[in-house]
């Protein structure tokens, strides 16, 4: 009995290191890269990402028709591993391919790593000013401020993870979502119709939805109906936020709430000094971006200069010039916290030496 | 005696190459060798006037001489005679909804002057400016070609006021100089601006002064600029490829003029390299900057692969095949390159994300290099498809083939993988991520996949040597998909090569490539 447990095991291991399961990832890769590509000239890359390349299969009107990027690259990585068990021999002729495949799984697992770990933002600094947090492109958070004395605390949960009638405690407040809208306008409304059933900005607004723009760029905005209690019960009524309302309102007068784009804070502030957009000279081709920044960290205040292809690297934070804003007195930065950036640098030279290894070998077989 | 005949030869190459290097419009006595070399700012960057007046005469026209004027003359015309100018049927339009908005009778095309033009102006731009706000890809044939007439047209205003203010008010001269320094089309001395009464007023002798005077020094990369515009080395080299192509064909019934084939293909991938060589001097960049020199360096790259491997195989049939295709792929991409120039300046400063020499030497060259591999693959699988559809026996003697292929598969391969992730690592350095499925990204990966494909299903089995070749054939448009077809999606950061019209060619380029890899899967009883 356990000898022929063994011997299935033997097989599927043996089925699993074989090449022909690396052809079938490789084929299945070519195919959704492929339809994954073509696709984004309808979805844009954002949502193409989430729907073929960071899913485990991709749905078709609800049906799971092909799998997803994290499957096939499961499948590949499985494969590859398997194949570096029972092929491995400590050979000079095998060493070439040996190091090519064990580069693209560095780069497998080290992009599934990236995949879940890294977090991209935005940090938008007018010259002169200060930030200590970056802002999510994608991504809302609901936040409660509650002021007692002279700290404030702040209560967060992202909108990813709140569904319409879902009830959330946070700090004094316990919140209701009555209704959730992706993407929608905001349109002032006249006194007659204003509505007597809400507070705050709610009175002065009707919301009007809109289709989820899924262009690379676009930023969506939620609206949110929200009915708010104090913890002990107390009915504090009916509020209206959406990322439109750019200041804070106060429910009652116990905290002030706000749905934004979802914070990330940092222990140390920058400050943009200058930014600088130079073009080629009678052209409008852009030559020369840059954003000169001084991180204060504590007591110490160091001066960078972040430019097209030199980003500031900083505490696992990385800084880089993305864009910038309103006549280039705005500098935009992308911050991108992935703690293993340097796996595909790693790869890279696994890989060169492996090709430049292999080739030799072949050349002199030529020969 | 064959010997002398192949020196003579080598003598009429040298000859016409030298012929191309003095061939200055003669027009008017004037020195026009000296007035090309008078060096502009335009599009950011010192160039030669000969440039600005064939890049011109190019967007406008579509063609580097108009009749028998050639371009720089004609600038000259534009420049300083505008009551002559406005009368050269320079503008070529197209499209029929065009023809009766500006009242011509239907044809195929018009070539029409300004002044014809002039009293449907506003008309145009109106429409021009309501069109402008149609998304780029889904702008029709009609509103494209109304547009480029737009552009054309204020190409062609802005030339006209560049050297003097074309206009019959008087007009204060600060006034006068600031609204020249607007519409002007580049900036030049200031005592250039003096041809303008001598050019209408035939005073060659001081035109040809001034132009003495202000022409750029014999060595500087403005000169040297104007001396490839002449020589026109790449299209020298489009030319002999051909004739070499012929050759190699003629030479199965005429074998004498196989003697002929190695001596003329040296000199014309010479001419080419030249080429590369001068542009990278004039830019002070790695030879790849835009689709234009990619398309350039992925033929010599087809080409240097195969004078590199060439010689290492030992059936000549196989060194011919090579041979033969290398040029054709070198042949099609100058073509191409020739289409893509018409855009505008081949020289053009980059955008700050590309101004690093670094990643272009590294990046750019090894990923364009890739695509040459490839393509070379795809054209020897073509040839393999098509000699067996005519000879039912070749399939057993092209083992020799097969080898070949596969081992420019898996250059192809190495090449595009090391190129892929140096470009994950510059995206890393830029933009903040190793990987983003951006379209081209997707595309370089799209390109690695297919190699290791070939190669993984070959040494699992699956296929075999006609598999092989059959696959190869899909790389062709595997390496199209990634060179052109993901600009034409027009969407992510690479969108910087976007180009709209030449789509009907690429879904051609796909058919074919289907077809033929159909064609690879006949079973033996359908074969002649």
């Known amino acids: 009995m356990m000898s022929r447990i063994g011997a299935r095991l033997k097989h599927a291991f043996h089925a699993l290191a074989g090449l022909k399961i690396a052809v079938v990832g490789l084929v299945l890769g070519f195919v959704l890269v492929l339809v994954g590509t073509l696709d984004q000239v309808n979805l844009g890359i954002y949502y193409t990402v989430k729907v073929y390349f960071k899913s485990w299969w991709v749905y078709w009107h609800g049906w799971p028709v092909f799998p997803g990027g994290m499957s096939i690259g499961l499948l590949l990585g499985v494969n590859l591993v398997f194949a570096h068990i029972k092929r491995f021999q400590w050979s000079m002729k095998k060493m070439g391919i040996w190091l090519i495949h064990s580069s693209l799984l560095v780069l497998l697992i080290g992009g599934a790593i990236s995949g879940f770990v890294s977090q991209e933002s935005q940090m938008i600094i007018r010259e002169g000013d200060t930030r200590w947090y970056s802002e999510s492109v994608h991504d809302t958070e609901l936040v409660v401020l509650h002021t007692q004395g002279d700290t404030t605390r702040v209560f967060q949960i992202d909108m990813a993870n709140v569904q319409a009638n879902d009830s959330i405690a946070m700090g004094p407040l316990v919140i209701t979502v009555e209704s959730r809208l992706n993407n929608a306008i905001l349109r002032l409304i006249d006194d007659a119709n204003r509505w007597q059933s809400a507070q705050g900005a709610g009175r002065y607004f009707s919301v009007e939805p809109r289709p989820v723009d899924r262009r690379p760029d676009a930023r969506n905005h939620m609206a949110l109906w929200v009915r708010i209690h104090t913890q002990d019960g107390t009915d504090l009524g009916r509020f209206l936020v959406s990322s439109w309302l750019n200041h804070p309102q106060w429910v009652g007068d116990i905290a002030t709430i706000a749905l934004r784009p979802t914070r990330y804070y940092y222990p140390y502030s920058v400050t943009l000094m200058e930014f600088t957009h130079r073009q080629h000279p009678g052209t409008t081709i852009p030559s020369y971006f840059s954003s000169d920044v001084i991180v204060t960290d504590g007591s110490v205040r160091q001066p960078f200069h972040i430019y097209m292809n030199h980003p500031l690297r900083y505490q696992g934070v990385t800084y880089f010039q993305a864009s910038f804003d309103d006549a280039d007195t705005v500098s935009i930065l992308q911050l991108v916290k992935n703690p293993v950036w340097w796996s595909p640098y790693f790869a890279c030279l696994v890989l060169g030496v492996g090709l430049v290894w292999h080739m030799v070998l072949m050349m002199r077989r030529l020969r | 005696m064959i010997r002398w005949v192949r020196w003579a030869w080598v003598l009429v190459l040298v000859g016409v190459l030298v012929r191309f290097m003095g061939s200055v419009p003669s027009d008017l006595g004037i020195d026009w060798a000296s007035v090309s070399r008078i060096p502009v ?458 180009m709209n019209k030449s789509m009907g060619w690429l879904i051609g380029f796909y058919l074919l490539n289907g077809f033929l890899m159909y064609l690879g899967l006949l079973p033996k009883r359908f074969l002649k």
Request: with cysteine.
């Open chain 2, 41 to 498: 700012q335009a599009n950011g960057r010192v160039q030669p006037m000969d440039t600005v007046a064939r890049n011109a005469l190019l967007f406008i026209h579509g063609k580097q001489s108009l009749g028998d004027q050639a371009a720089m003359p004609w600038l000259m015309t534009v420049m300083a005679d505008a009551n002559t100018a406005d009368q050269l049927p320079h503008f070529v339009v197209y499209h029929s909804q065009l023809h009766s908005l500006l009242g011509l009778p239907n044809a195929s095309k018009h070539r029409v002057s300004f002044q014809r033009i002039e009293p449907y102006y506003q008309r145009l731009i109106e429409l021009a400016d309501q069109f402008r706000t149609v998304e780029v890809p889904l702008r029709d044939a009609f509103q494209q070609a109304v547009i480029r007439l737009d552009d054309q047209m204020q190409l062609y205003i802005r030339l006209k006021n560049t050297l003097q203010l074309e206009t019959g008010a008087q007009l204060a001269p600060e006034i006068a100089a600031a609204l020249r320094e607007r519409l002007a089309y580049f900036t030049v001395d200031d005592a250039v601006l003096a041809v303008v009464p001598a050019y209408p007023a035939s005073d060659w002798s001081l035109v040809n002064r001034i132009a003495q005077a202000q022409r750029a020094p014999a060595q500087s990369r403005v000169t040297l600029e104007a001396v490839l515009n002449r020589t026109m080395l790449f299209y020298q080299a489009l030319v002999w490829y051909g004739l070499v192509m012929l050759m190699l064909v003629a030479s199965y019934r005429f074998r004498w003029l196989s003697a002929f084939i190695l001596p003329t293909t040296v000199w014309a991938f010479g001419l080419q390299t030249v080429g590369l060589l001068c542009r990278m001097i004039i830019e002070n960049r790695p030879p790849v900057t835009n689709l234009y020199s990619s398309a350039v360096f992925v033929g010599w790259g087809v080409l240097a692969l195969a004078l590199a491997i060439g010689p290492r195989m030992r059936s000549a049939a196989n060194r011919s095949a090579l041979l033969f295709f290398s040029l054709c792929i070198n042949f099609l991409t100058l073509i191409i390159a020739h289409h893509l120039s018409i855009q505008g300046d081949t020289l053009q400063m980059l955008q700050a994300v590309l101004d690093t020499n670094f990643w272009l030497s590294t990046h750019v060259v090894i990923m364009t290099l890739g695509y040459s591999a490839m393509l070379l693959a795809g054209f020897l699988g073509a040839y393999y498809v098509v000699r067996r559809l005519m000879d039912r026996h070749f399939e057993a003697q092209a083992s020799d083939l097969v080898r070949l292929t596969l081992i420019i598969v898996m250059i192809g391969l190495s090449l595009s993988s090391i190129g892929t992730i140096l470009g994950g690592i510059w995206a890393d350095q830029s933009w903040g991520r190793f990987w983003g499925w951006d379209p081209k990204e997707n595309g370089a990966l799209l390109v690695v996949l297919w190699g290791a494909i070939i190669l993984h299903a070959r040494l699992a089995g699956w296929i075999k040597e006609r598999g092989v070749m059959v696959l190869a054939i899909g790389g062709n448009a595997v390496v199209a998909f990634s060179w052109f077809g993901v600009n034409m999606l027009g969407i992510g950061l690479h969108a910087y090569g976007f």
